[in-house]
């Protein structure tokens, strides 16, 4: 049996989807109308009442009769549902074509799917803010059963009311359904469109965009346009994260090793920073083979297993003790050497580490809890509710795209370009040689690395004992 919709006795409108007495109820006018501001109000609008006269009314007759006059087709997704005319006395109009009401018996019963009726009755029940009747073992089953919903909620006019029941259909499933939104984001990202449901394109984006590089040609053929230009302009926006981050890790000068104004800048006093310069190259050989080897932004996911490598820092995260062998291989040096060398590396790591962090490209923007459902892709997509919704999107000519520099440089000039860009260059200065030091000789940068702060009493100390060693 289709719905659980009930019938208002007082209503004013007789609905009739089929011959069964469960497709067959009323409902009031003025509730269609204000709730379709384009189908309805011109279906049962007040020029179309029936003229009843003074028994009709009496009797409690309807206004308007509505009928499911025939069934989905190819021409016609939703079938037509339309208004037949009738008497003063309430009665359908001669004039009429055949009522289904009154087919049962006869062999006009069309032959419609059990799903259309239960889908109308629950549409019929979003404009009384009733729940749906929808049910399924599992929430894949919820899908295949509450996406058909949008094609009649948008022949009805209703769109809006019917995504919103549908949201909170979803939405009680909670973390499964953005598991399941993270497995399957192209999927929900074009429903979500369709429903204008901005919690779950939002979430359905930031999916998009860290899966991009691993989805097929066909893949991205089925996303809506509107959908697919707002995934790229987030996904080059999260690739400019990537590509600033990368430079500043390979334009790094840990502050212990620069020689500013004022700083002993004898042959000796660098030569006494050798070890340094030595973990310094190590460390720059390997991560520019992992960026030659497209271990980062352009990765198949998007460099998640890179930057989670970089988060970690410690001694067996990346570029070990076995890595730094091969160095020294060709490199030979003695064992304390070495050890000083691989301890210089890890206070590399730390401010690397740092630098990851302030990038925050390992954040997670979504709603999913990555710790009960870890993923296998970058989750930190920036999304904007104002700028990021394309149903909503200025027209053309508008500036869509004010969205502020990914990590934003500590000294900012006069723009020459437009706001979406980065100035690398500048990016990179910064990150490598701070900010220059104040007239009065301050510097309040000695405490930092191209504007990351970092713990350098342990590393002074450290870097004070390998220039004795």
Same mark, same amino acid.
């Given at each position: 049996?289709?719905?659980?919709?009930?019938?208002?006795?007082?209503?004013?409108?007789?609905?009739?989807?089929?011959?069964?007495?469960?497709?067959? *109820?009323?409902?009031?006018?003025?509730?269609?109308?204000?709730?379709?501001?384009?189908?309805?109000?011109?279906?049962?609008?007040?020029?179309?009442?029936?003229?009843?006269?003074?028994?009709?009314?009496?009797?409690?007759?309807?206004?308007?009769?509505?009928?499911?006059?025939?069934?989905?087709?190819?021409?016609?997704? %939703?079938?037509?549902?339309?208004?037949?005319?009738?008497?003063?006395?309430?009665?359908?109009?001669?004039?009429?074509?055949?009522?289904?009401?009154?087919?049962?018996?006869?062999?006009?019963?069309?032959?419609?799917?059990?799903?259309?009726?239960?889908?109308?009755?629950?549409?019929?029940?979003?404009?009384?803010?009733?729940?749906?009747?929808?049910?399924?073992?599992?929430?894949?089953?919820?899908?295949?059963?509450? *996406? !058909?919903?949008?094609?009649?909620?948008?022949?009805?006019?209703?769109?809006?009311?019917?995504?919103?029941?549908?949201?909170?259909? *979803?939405?009680?499933?909670?973390?499964?359904?953005?598991?399941?939104?993270?497995?399957?984001?192209?999927?929900?990202?074009?429903?979500?469109?369709?429903?204008?449901?901005?919690?779950?394109?939002?979430?359905?984006?930031?999916?998009?965009?860290?899966?991009?590089?691993?989805?097929?040609?066909?893949?991205?053929?089925?996303?809506? !346009?509107?959908?697919?230009?707002?995934?790229?302009?987030?996904?080059?926006?999260?690739?400019?994260?990537?590509?600033?981050?990368?430079?500043?890790?390979?334009?790094?000068?840990?502050?212990?090793?620069?020689?500013?104004?004022?700083?002993?800048?004898?042959?000796?006093?660098?030569?006494?920073?050798?070890?340094?310069?030595?973990?310094?190259?190590?460390?720059?050989?390997?991560?520019?083979?992992?960026?030659?080897?497209?271990?980062?932004?352009?990765?198949?996911?998007?460099?998640?297993?890179?930057?989670?490598?970089?988060?970690?820092?410690?001694?067996?995260?990346?570029?070990?003790?076995?890595?730094?062998?091969?160095?020294?291989?060709?490199?030979?040096?003695?064992?304390?050497?070495?050890?000083?060398?691989?301890?210089?590396?890890?206070?590399?790591?730390?401010?690397?580490?740092?630098?990851?962090?302030?990038?925050?490209?390992?954040?997670?923007?979504?709603?999913?809890?990555?710790?009960?459902?870890?993923?296998?892709?970058?989750?930190?997509?920036? *999304?904007?509710?104002?700028?990021?919704?394309?149903?909503?999107?200025?027209?053309?000519?508008?500036?869509?795209?004010?969205?502020?520099?990914?990590?934003?440089?500590?000294?900012?000039?006069?723009?020459?370009?437009?706001? %979406?860009?980065?100035?690398?260059?500048?990016?990179?200065?910064?990150?490598?040689?701070?900010?220059?030091?104040?007239?009065?000789?301050?510097?309040?940068?000695?405490?930092?690395?191209?504007?990351?702060?970092?713990?350098?009493?342990?590393?002074?100390?450290?870097?004070?004992?390998?220039?004795?060693?």
């Amino acid at each position: 049996m289709a719905g659980r919709f009930s019938t208002s006795e007082d209503g004013d409108v007789q609905v009739i989807l089929g011959p069964r007495e469960d497709l067959q *109820f009323k409902v009031h006018s003025q509730v269609l109308r204000e709730s379709s501001p384009g189908f309805f109000a011109d279906l049962v609008s007040k020029k179309s009442e029936a003229p009843l006269g003074p028994t009709a009314k009496r009797q409690g007759r309807p206004l308007y009769h509505i009928e499911l006059i025939q069934p989905p087709s190819e021409q016609f997704k %939703s079938g037509i549902l339309a208004r037949l005319e009738l008497t003063d006395k309430g009665m359908l109009a001669p004039t009429n074509p055949p009522s289904v009401a009154y087919a049962k018996n006869s062999g006009l019963t069309p032959k419609v799917d059990e799903n259309i009726y239960k889908q109308y009755k629950n549409c019929f029940a979003a404009m009384y803010n009733k729940p749906l009747d929808i049910q399924g073992k599992n929430l894949q089953h919820i899908m295949m059963e509450a *996406f !058909p919903h949008l094609d009649i909620a948008e022949y009805l006019d209703i769109l809006p009311i019917v995504s919103k029941a549908l949201e909170n259909v *979803f939405m009680a499933f909670g973390q499964e359904l953005f598991r399941i939104i993270s497995r399957q984001p192209t999927v929900w990202l074009n429903a979500a469109y369709r429903m204008k449901s901005v919690l779950i394109f939002r979430e359905a984006v930031i999916h998009t965009v860290g899966k991009y590089n691993s989805l097929t040609d066909a893949t991205k053929s089925i996303i809506f !346009p509107e959908c697919m230009a707002v995934i790229e302009r987030k996904r080059d926006r999260l690739n400019m994260r990537g590509k600033v981050l990368e430079a500043r890790i390979i334009s790094l000068y840990p502050r212990q090793i620069q020689r500013r104004a004022g700083d002993n800048s004898q042959r000796q006093a660098y030569s006494a920073d050798v070890m340094f310069w030595v973990a310094l190259g190590f460390f720059r050989h390997w991560f520019g083979q992992a960026i030659v080897n497209d271990k980062s932004y352009r990765a198949p996911d998007g460099g998640f297993q890179f930057y989670t490598d970089l988060a970690q820092a410690g001694p067996s995260a990346y570029l070990d003790r076995t890595v730094l062998n091969v160095f020294h291989n060709r490199f030979n040096m003695s064992k304390k050497a070495s050890q000083v060398v691989e301890n210089h590396v890890l206070e590399i790591k730390e401010l690397v580490r740092q630098s990851l962090v302030e990038a925050e490209l390992l954040s997670n923007e979504s709603l999913l809890d990555l710790a009960k459902h870890p993923v296998d892709h970058l989750t930190s997509c920036k *999304f904007d509710n104002e700028k990021d919704i394309p149903w909503a999107l200025p027209t053309a000519g508008d500036n869509i795209d004010q969205d502020q520099d990914p990590i934003p440089t500590r000294k900012r000039s006069a723009p020459s370009r437009a706001s %979406s860009e980065v100035d690398m260059e500048e990016v990179i200065e910064n990150t490598m040689f701070g900010e220059p030091e104040k007239e009065d000789g301050s510097d309040d940068d000695d405490e930092t690395m191209g504007g990351v702060e970092v713990d350098t009493k342990n590393s002074d100390a450290s870097h004070k004992r390998s220039r004795k060693e």
